[in-house]
């Protein structure tokens, strides 16, 4: 506190005082705006690469209580952009690690790592104790439940995402304004969602967004205060509504570090959790999981699989390719690996004697091109080696498609039973990809 001869009308400490004094001397922040962030809750729903900067700037501003959520351990993988967690916190549950690292910045605060799964059925106890909500995830049926959860608990909520260079960012449910139901009635087609796991992402991108989520979580708790200095401004009693802000989309791109606001539509009359009749009142009553066709987890989904016959593991695989030779001049019967990832990860790693053709060009004239001059010779040698019983069906030549998980290998299939129904080929996926091979093959591959 302040000492025995000032007078002030606040409970800030002096150290408080201190440390909050750059802000502190902001007319828009003030006093009464650090008491406001002092006596806030906020809740922060996934510590990954959005969830850290959004936690650790939080923390620094001085939020008086913040809950972190996140059921997933720290993995190496996760260092290039979840950057309050470190190498030491491998295998540590990511919401202990993130309020551990805010906690060493601001210990006057209070941290609450909350590590049990975000579920329908844990969703509105967690939700119900805090005033605002940032959904940090990185999966659509845990971005539906969240935005249900706020508006039934009558919650801001602050959402972000990002993916490769690209980023996104939104306020919803906020003083009139539209949830994310409003926008988005239904969920994207399965396949065409695209995860930080296949896409990728530089971890800047989601830095960017999750400081910028916390910037907004800071300008949605000063406002009552701002109001209430506005209104002192004018000298009147009378008490003006508030407006409703701008409701805006906020797209970032990272290569051009250009920043895109996009007005986005009002609230929807016809909206099943926030409209004039809502169909969900209650989100346990919500399969949030077949309402998307996608798990609630960040992890890669595996596509539909192929038919048994033309599916191996990858351990059946390693007796062939070891039996075979790892190189077209060691083999001893002719077969052809086929990888299907993009350029840049066949330069990450590969099986030896693979042919590259991305998935992308299998089905363009330069993909095409290049698989039927890598056939050709295996054909003829084949058939210049006599082998009569070579068109019979168990004698055709074996085509083996591999990717990194085992789901773009599948397509690849589906597109060369096509592409190759003319030519004495036998079409087989490895399943699991890659990670299969490192998992139960050699597990000193690369993973990635």
Same mark, same amino acid.
């Given at each position: 506190?302040?000492?025995?001869?000032?007078?002030?009308?606040?409970?800030?400490?002096?150290?408080?005082?201190?440390?909050?004094?750059?802000?502190?001397?902001?007319? /828009?922040?003030?006093?009464?705006?650090?008491?406001?962030?002092?006596?806030?809750?906020?809740?922060?729903?996934?510590?990954?690469?959005?969830?850290?900067?959004?936690?650790?700037?939080?923390?620094?501003?001085?939020?008086?209580?913040?809950?972190i959520v996140d059921h997933d351990n720290v993995e190496l993988s996760n260092l290039h952009r979840q950057i309050l967690h470190t190498e030491s916190a491998i295998g540590t549950p990511k919401a202990v690690s993130a309020a551990e690292q805010c906690r060493r910045l601001n210990s006057s605060i209070t941290l609450e790592p909350i590590t049990e799964k975000f579920t329908n059925k844990v969703a509105m106890n967690i939700v119900s104790r805090f005033d605002l909500v940032l959904d940090c995830t990185d999966n659509v049926a845990t971005r539906y439940l969240i935005n249900d959860a706020c508006v039934l608990a009558g919650k801001p909520l602050v959402s972000g995402a990002a993916l490769g260079f690209e980023g996104q960012l939104c306020v919803y449910n906020h003083r009139g304004g539209p949830c994310?139901?409003?926008?988005?009635?239904?969920?994207?087609?399965?396949?065409?969602?695209?995860?930080?796991?296949e896409g990728g992402?530089?971890?800047?991108?989601?830095?960017?967004?999750?400081?910028?989520?916390?910037?907004?979580?800071?300008?949605?708790?000063?406002?009552?205060?701002?109001?209430?200095?506005?209104?002192?401004?004018?000298?009147?009693?009378?008490?003006?509504?508030?407006?409703?802000?701008?409701?805006?989309?906020?797209?970032?791109?990272?290569?051009?570090?250009?920043?895109?606001?996009?007005?986005?539509?009002?609230?929807?009359?016809?909206? /099943?959790?926030?409209g004039r009749e809502p169909r969900i009142v209650d989100v346990?009553?919500?399969?949030? /999981?077949?309402?998307?066709?996608?798990?609630?987890?960040?992890?890669?989904?595996?596509?539909?699989?192929?038919?048994?016959?033309?599916?191996?593991?990858?351990?059946?695989?390693?007796?062939?390719?070891?039996?075979?030779?790892?190189?077209?001049?060691?083999?001893?019967?002719?077969?052809?690996?086929?990888?299907?990832?993009?350029?840049?990860?066949?330069?990450?790693?590969?099986?030896?004697?693979?042919?590259?053709?991305?998935?992308?060009?299998?089905?363009?004239?330069?993909?095409?091109?290049?698989?039927?001059?890598?056939?050709?010779?295996?054909l003829d040698s084949s058939l210049a080696a006599g082998d009569a019983s070579f068109c019979d069906k168990d004698k055709l030549l074996p085509v083996y498609v591999i990717c990194r998980r085992g789901n773009d290998s599948q397509v690849a299939v589906r597109i060369l039973q096509e592409q190759l129904a003319d030519r004495p080929c036998r079409l087989i996926d490895i399943a699991g990809g890659l990670t299969a091979w490192a998992a139960q093959v050699d597990r000193e591959f690369p993973i990635y």
């Amino acid at each position: 506190m302040a000492s025995k001869d000032s007078a002030v009308a606040h409970s800030l400490t002096n150290p408080e005082i201190s440390r909050y004094s750059r802000q502190l001397i902001m007319p /828009e922040i003030g006093v009464a705006g650090q008491m406001a962030l002092k006596s806030s809750r906020v809740l922060i729903i996934g510590a990954g690469g959005l969830g850290c900067p959004a936690a650790i700037y939080l923390a620094a501003a001085g939020v008086g209580h913040i809950g972190i959520v996140d059921h997933d351990n720290v993995e190496l993988s996760n260092l290039h952009r979840q950057i309050l967690h470190t190498e030491s916190a491998i295998g540590t549950p990511k919401a202990v690690s993130a309020a551990e690292q805010c906690r060493r910045l601001n210990s006057s605060i209070t941290l609450e790592p909350i590590t049990e799964k975000f579920t329908n059925k844990v969703a509105m106890n967690i939700v119900s104790r805090f005033d605002l909500v940032l959904d940090c995830t990185d999966n659509v049926a845990t971005r539906y439940l969240i935005n249900d959860a706020c508006v039934l608990a009558g919650k801001p909520l602050v959402s972000g995402a990002a993916l490769g260079f690209e980023g996104q960012l939104c306020v919803y449910n906020h003083r009139g304004g539209p949830c994310y139901r409003c926008l988005h009635p239904a969920p994207p087609p399965p396949e065409t969602v695209v995860s930080c796991a296949e896409g990728g992402v530089l971890g800047l991108v989601p830095g960017i967004i999750g400081s910028m989520q916390a910037l907004e979580a800071v300008k949605v708790i000063l406002q009552p205060v701002q109001a209430k200095a506005n209104l002192s401004a004018t000298g009147t009693d009378e008490q003006q509504p508030p407006q409703a802000p701008k409701q805006q989309l906020r797209l970032f791109n990272a290569l051009e570090s250009s920043l895109r606001c996009v007005a986005i539509r009002k609230r929807s009359p016809g909206c /099943e959790v926030c409209g004039r009749e809502p169909r969900i009142v209650d989100v346990r009553s919500v399969d949030y /999981e077949a309402f998307c066709g996608l798990p609630a987890c960040d992890l890669v989904t595996p596509r539909t699989p192929l038919p048994g016959q033309t599916r191996i593991s990858a351990t059946e695989f390693a007796k062939v390719y070891n039996a075979a030779g790892s190189s077209p001049t060691e083999q001893r019967s002719p077969r052809l690996l086929l990888d299907v990832r993009p350029e840049c990860e066949f330069a990450i790693c590969r099986l030896r004697g693979s042919l590259n053709v991305p998935l992308s060009r299998l089905a363009q004239p330069v993909g095409k091109s290049l698989l039927a001059e890598a056939l050709q010779p295996l054909l003829d040698s084949s058939l210049a080696a006599g082998d009569a019983s070579f068109c019979d069906k168990d004698k055709l030549l074996p085509v083996y498609v591999i990717c990194r998980r085992g789901n773009d290998s599948q397509v690849a299939v589906r597109i060369l039973q096509e592409q190759l129904a003319d030519r004495p080929c036998r079409l087989i996926d490895i399943a699991g990809g890659l990670t299969a091979w490192a998992a139960q093959v050699d597990r000193e591959f690369p993973i990635y």
